[in-house]
């Protein structure tokens, strides 16, 4: 059975323990742009018997689901981080303080489950490493939300 958290006591404080961050939609929930998922069953089985936490950064940042397809216009996660870029949807929507918002809340993560380690889906806008889309276009980048991830060295992996 899976574990998704697991909570100790030390001293009246919670601890937990080796916590690690994985996308929502690659272990089946449908947080997708398009409302489905990407489940990938052979993480899925990888991490039976492990502790981890289930996220969303677009949904952490408040955006709904199904949504817009996005896409950061220019640079990468690192320029929206430093406010040189942009996420726009298809409807020409500016939906830059979602993502960053999303970020926000996923850094809150790192500090209450002490995450060392994410597993992320590749190609996303937020989530992506190494690739993601402009627009169309499949360019060199990360995503915001891995952009930040990268940042605080955690150790990240590409699914
Ligand atoms: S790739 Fe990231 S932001 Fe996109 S649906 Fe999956 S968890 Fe959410």
Redesign the pocket.
Known sequence: MMKFYSVFTYQNELLYINMVLI????IG?N???DGQ??TNTTLVSTLKNTHFI??????LGGLP?PRSRAWITNGDGNDVLAGKSKVINEAGTDVTPQFIK?TIETEKLLTLFNIKKAY??SK?????IGKIYHEQNLVDGN?V?SSMLIKKNIELINV
């Open positions: 996308s929502a939609c690659l929930l947080c997708r742009f998922s990407k289930p996220f969303c950064p677009e949904q689901t999303g992320l889906k996303s806008p937020s989530c992506g995503g939300c």
